[in-house]
Nanobody, 130 residues
């Protein structure tokens, strides 16, 4: 079983920055390969992918955040990050960390769909005021 715990959300003014963290832990050791992503959901809207990193370290961003958000991970600390800059009111949402577990040596989740991801955190709220 995988546990994901997000932190770092808050309220900022437009143009500000926030850094989200996601602590990843497993209840037992497995040989599975994992990949991670960040999603967000605004009130009344579908959950959408923001950024993802596959097991080879390749990164995908949603068009809406390219050039403003940066996803990274610290494998030694089992932590995923999302550095968000130039935040806008439309970035206001609950942000979720997601993980996908697969058999084999390569894992890809992407940002187009939430279905590939097996595990989700509880979310951290980001509010951007104008």
């Amino acid at each position: 079983q995988v546990q994901l715990v997000e932190s770092g959300g808050g309220s900022v003014r437009a143009g500000g920055s926030l850094r989200l963290s996601c602590a990843f832990s497993k209840s037992k050791a497995t040989d599975n390969t994992y990949c991670m992503g960040w999603f967000r959901q605004a009130p009344g809207k579908e959950r959408e992918g923001v950024a993802a990193i596959d097991s080879d370290g390749d990164i995908t961003y949603a068009d809406s955040v390219k050039g403003r958000f940066t996803i990274s991970q610290d494998n030694a600390k089992n932590t995923l990050f999302l550095q968000m800059s130039s935040l806008q009111p439309e970035d206001t949402a609950m942000y979720y960390c997601a993980a996908r577990s697969v058999f084999g040596t390569f894992c890809y989740g992407g940002v187009r769909q939430r279905d590939p991801y097996n595990y989700w955190g509880q979310g951290t709220q980001v509010t951007v005021s104008s």
